[in-house]
C-alpha cells in the first residue's frame, strides 16, 4: 500500500532555531519526492522536488534530503522565522500516473 | 495573478442540498485535480483531468461529479449533500510531473 509517514506530527521552536522534519515513505513505483508548505486556510505551496537520483536539494533556508535506499526523506529548516509556522507536508509521486501520495504533516510553530 | 483560483472559500450548506465548487486556472496547464483535505488533514485525489478528459477516477461517492468544459476549467458538483462531506476541498493543475499548483480551498460545511 501507498503511504507516507512523517514525524513529528507538531513541533514548537523558538525564533531563530534549526529543526528537521522527517519523511518515510513505501511508495511504487517511485517518481519523486517533494516538500509542501501549507499556511492556514491556503493551499499547499511547493519548496523541493527531488527525483531519484537526487540526495539534497535547497531553496533558501529550506534544505530537502532523499535517501532513496531507505526511503526516507528529511525537511531542514536553517535559522527560523515566525513566518515558517505552517504544516509542512511531504508527498511522494507515483511514476506514470500523474498520482500524489500525500503525508499528514507536521505542523511547525515557531515562537518568539 | 497567474493562479489557480477556486470559489467559493466557504461553503455551508444542508444535508441533501446540491452544489457546485468552481476552478479556473490561467497557468496554461493540461491537467487540473481535484483534492480532498480530511480532518486529519491527509489530501487525496479525487478526480484528475487531462484536457477535459477524466484520466484518474479514486473511489469517491457517485454524489460528486467533475465537469470540465475546457482545459482551464474543472467544476465540482455534488448531489445530495451528506454529513461526511465535510471537508476542504483543493483544485490543482498541472503541466508534466512537475510543476503542481494547488487553490487557496473550499471549506465545505453540511449541517
Known amino acids: 500500500k501507498n503511504q507516507v509517514e512523517q514525524s513529528p506530527q507538531s513541533l514548537i521552536i523558538l525564533e531563530g532555531k534549526n529543526c528537521t522534519l522527517q519523511c518515510n515513505y513505501t511508495v511504487s513505483p517511485f517518481s519523486n519526492l517533494r516538500w509542501y508548505k501549507q499556511d492556514t486556510g491556503r493551499g499547499p505551496v511547493s519548496l523541493t522536488i527531488?527525483?531519484?537520483?537526487?540526495n539534497t536539494k535547497s531553496n533558501g533556508r529550506y534544505t530537502a534530503t532523499l535517501d532513496a535506499d531507505t526511503k526516507q526523506s528529511s525537511l531542514h529548516i536553517t535559522a527560523s522565522q515566525l513566518s515558517d509556522s505552517a504544516s509542512y507536508i511531504c508527498v511522494v509521486s507515483v511514476q506514470y500516473g500523474n498520482k500524489l501520495v500525500f503525508g499528514a504533516g507536521t505542523i511547525l510553530r515557531v515562537k518568539s | 495573478d497567474t493562479a489557480v483560483s477556486q470559489t467559493p472559500k466557504y461553503l455551508v450548506t444542508q444535508m441533501g442540498n446540491d452544489k457546485s465548487i468552481k476552478c479556473e486556472q490561467n497557468?496554461?496547464?493540461?491537467?487540473m485535480y481535484w483534492y480532498k483535505q480530511d480532518s486529519k488533514k491527509f489530501l487525496k485525489i479525487m478526480f484528475s483531468?487531462?484536457?477535459?478528459?477524466?484520466?484518474i477516477n479514486e473511489t469517491v461517492p457517485n454524489h460528486f461529479s467533475p465537469k470540465s468544459p475546457d482545459k482551464a476549467h474543472l467544476n465540482l458538483h455534488i448531489n445530495s449533500l451528506e454529513l461526511g462531506d465535510s471537508a476542504v476541498y483543493f483544485c490543482?493543475?498541472?503541466?508534466?510531473?512537475?510543476?503542481?499548483?494547488f487553490g487557496s480551498g473550499t471549506r465545505l460545511t453540511v449541517v
Open positions: 527531488m527525483t531519484f537520483s537526487e
Open positions: 490543482a493543475s498541472s503541466q508534466g510531473p512537475d510543476g503542481y499548483t
Open positions: 497557468l496554461g496547464h493540461d491537467t
Open positions: 483531468y487531462n484536457n477535459k478528459e477524466l484520466i
